[in-house]
């Protein structure tokens, strides 16, 4: 029994075609391709080219896909080389069964059926019948050759077109309805046309054989784009307009491009950019960034400038993040107000929109915009939730190190945000000392005034994370709320750009680093043993455990409603991912927070502020 259609391309879209050629023949990368000498015929000079899909021997002439190639080279049957694929690819080949038989032979029926469907579009297009049809087509700009490539059609004025069309070849309503393109009323039993009055656009796999059909309505009428519904053929989640095309443009080295319809598709393709797809009518899906990924790398996301475009770009970046990897991202193009791609080259051509693509952004540096969208910072609350926005986003990366490349990119712009929004202040320490207030204190007031012990117990915070830097990331956030005197504040920013690029956080280190930036005498009056001598816990002989309890300890005497919070986000936080640091953070938080509930002392010697 001949396999799923289906089944095969799913086979072939898992199986690296590289990898499983790369075991018997030395590839080479060439471009987006690789070549190697065929292993089919003597040849000195490699002429064997293997693509995303398939490979060919511009010496012998031989070509075919992954399991061509292991039947070709290993002697294997066709069903020897499926099952060889799909244990690999870790998918169960379907049994022979007298219903998949019948459900095939449907499959195949019905691709027949949408076939000669698109022919009678395409036949209907040139009658004097579809003149509206072609008028409206030509007001859109299209060429001749660019209707014929995309198959454009029209459905007729009337309902019953397409049945009269197609009855003298044999097909029934019954087909038509199964093929997605007439319904039947439940309650009186008749059947009536999906597409009636529409300029119609073929939907195609990616191998170019129709599947379903789009149509837009002449006039005024709603909806004005309808697709055909879900079919054994066809899901519209799983399928993306202009595919075939632009997987050839691909090859050719065109960017592929992901706009939002039909029309930006047709229109960027004829004006020579041909790598250019569309989802249908709904949000981009895990199944279409999959077969995104299958082209290219770093596909360009393109999305209307306006509001409904941000959003759009908002879902697809949320959507790809635990789907990144280092060999696969994304890139973000935000048109003028009010374009769209077919309206941006016909005002202004081809070269205005090459320049949108030479300008795209990685996703790495399109997020933050994307979450910072709608979004107000203008407390610390207020960041400190927008913060937290950005870590959460930086989780959902499965790949660590990665998702720690973008926690920095993001990071680093957050914290050069507050440096500019904090009057009289600059991006960082500069050479030749630093440029600071002094502490606005009035003399003669008692030691333990409540701004002093804030200010107290502020230095040891910052000498706890002086001694233990590997800390600072897990307090950086709370640390940043705090409101500190201006020489304290410009040694966290230092601290903060530090840690983000050292690998290893060891207080030698950066104390030596801050040195160079004129810090010294800072980090002397942080460590100095007065006016409040340092409690053990910001000693350099301290565990851990002890310095990371002390401190949030010290820091919820400053502020217990945040440190409540904490103990809260830890504890969901261990609920979801129970791990020896999740376990840890939680019990170093819940004691803190116990000892600042019951009134114990800090060991600061600081009465309570």
């Known amino acids: 029994m001949a396999l799923p259609p289906q089944f095969l391309d799913e086979l072939r879209a898992r199986t690296p075609l590289a990898a499983v050629i790369g075991r018997r023949v030395r590839l080479a990368r060439s471009g987006r391709q690789w070549k190697g000498c065929c292993p089919f ?19 012998c002439g031989v070509h075919g896909d992954a399991i061509t190639f292991v039947m070709q080279s290993m002697g294997a049957s066709f069903p020897e080389a499926v099952e060889q694929l799909a244990a690999e690819a870790g998918m169960q080949v379907p049994k022979p069964t007298p219903e998949a038989a019948e459900a095939e032979r449907r499959r195949l029926d019905l691709s027949g059926v949408l076939e000669a469907a698109a022919a009678s579009y395409r036949r209907r297009l040139g009658l004097p019948e579809g003149k509206e049809a072609r008028d409206y087509l030509a007001r859109r700009g299209l060429t001749g050759e660019t209707i014929e490539r995309y198959g454009l059609g029209w459905s007729g004025e009337g309902r019953g077109a397409i049945a009269s069309d197609l009855q003298r070849e044999g097909v029934t309503s019954d087909d038509l309805i199964e093929a997605g393109l007439m319904r039947r009323d439940d309650e009186t039993g008749r059947t009536y046309d999906l597409f009636f009055n529409r300029v119609m656009f073929p939907i195609r796999d990616r191998r170019g054989r129709t599947i379903s059909f789009g149509g837009r309505i002449m006039g005024d009428g709603q909806p004005k784009y309808v697709n055909g519904p879900e079919t054994v053929l066809f899901s519209k989640r799983r399928t993306l307009y202009g595919l075939d095309l632009a997987r050839e443009a691909v090859r050719q080295g065109g960017t592929l491009v992901v706009v939002e319809g039909y029309m930006d598709v047709i229109a960027l393709g004829q004006a020579g950019f041909g790598a250019a797809v569309a989802p249908l009518g709904t949000a981009l899906t895990e199944e279409q960034l999959e077969e995104l990924w299958r082209l290219s790398p770093a596909p360009v996301l393109c999305f209307d400038g306006d509001r409904a475009g941000a959003r759009a770009a908002a879902r697809a970046a949320d959507l790809a993040l635990p789907m990144l990897a280092p ?15 077919d309206s941006l ?26 979450l910072h969208e709608g979004v107000s910072d203008t407390t610390p609350e207020q960041r400190a939730a927008f913060r937290t926005r950005l870590e959460e986003a930086c989780r959902k990366i499965p790949d660590k190190s990665l998702g720690a490349e973008y ?11 507050r440096r500019r929004d904090r009057p009289g202040t600059r991006r960082g320490p500069e050479r030749g000392g630093p440029q600071r207030a002094a502490p606005v204190r009035t003399g003669g007031r008692p030691a333990e005034d409540a701004v002093a012990v804030a200010a107290e117990r502020a230095r040891i915070l910052t000498a706890i994370l002086l001694r233990h830097p590997d800390l600072f990331r897990d307090v950086e956030h709370a640390f940043a709320g705090l409101e500190l005197d201006p020489p304290l504040a410009q040694l966290r920013d230092a601290l903060t750009e530090w840690s983000l690029d050292a690998e290893v956080l060891d207080s030698g280190a950066l104390i030596d680093h801050l040195d160079t930036f004129g810090l010294r005498a800072e980090i002397d009056r942080v460590l100095a043993g007065t006016p409040v001598p340092l409690p053990a816990c910001a000693s350099s002989e301290a565990m851990p455990a002890e310095a990371e309890e002390g401190w949030w300890h010290i820091f919820g005497f400053l502020n217990a409603g945040r440190l409540r919070e904490e103990v809260e986000t830890a504890q969901r936080d261990m609920a979801a991912n129970l791990t020896a640091d999740t376990e840890r953070k939680l019990k170093s938080l819940k004691n803190a927070y116990i ?8 060991d600061t010697g600081l009465a309570a502020a």
């Open 407 to 417: 926690r920095s990119v993001l990071l680093d712009r957050f914290f050069a945000s």
């Open 345 to 370: 080259v016909k005002g202004q051509g081809a070269r205005a929109f090459q320049a949108m693509l030479d300008g795209a952004r990685s996703l790495a540096d399109s997020l933050y915009d994307l």
């Open 595 to 602: 000892k600042v509930s019951s009134g114990e002392p800090d």
């Open 41 to 59: 015929h003597g040849e000195k000079t490699p002429s064997f080219y293997v693509y995303d899909d398939h490979y060919h021997c511009f010496g």
């Open 327 to 341: 060999d696969r991202t994304l890139r973000l193009i935000a048109l003028p107000a009010g374009e769209d791609p």
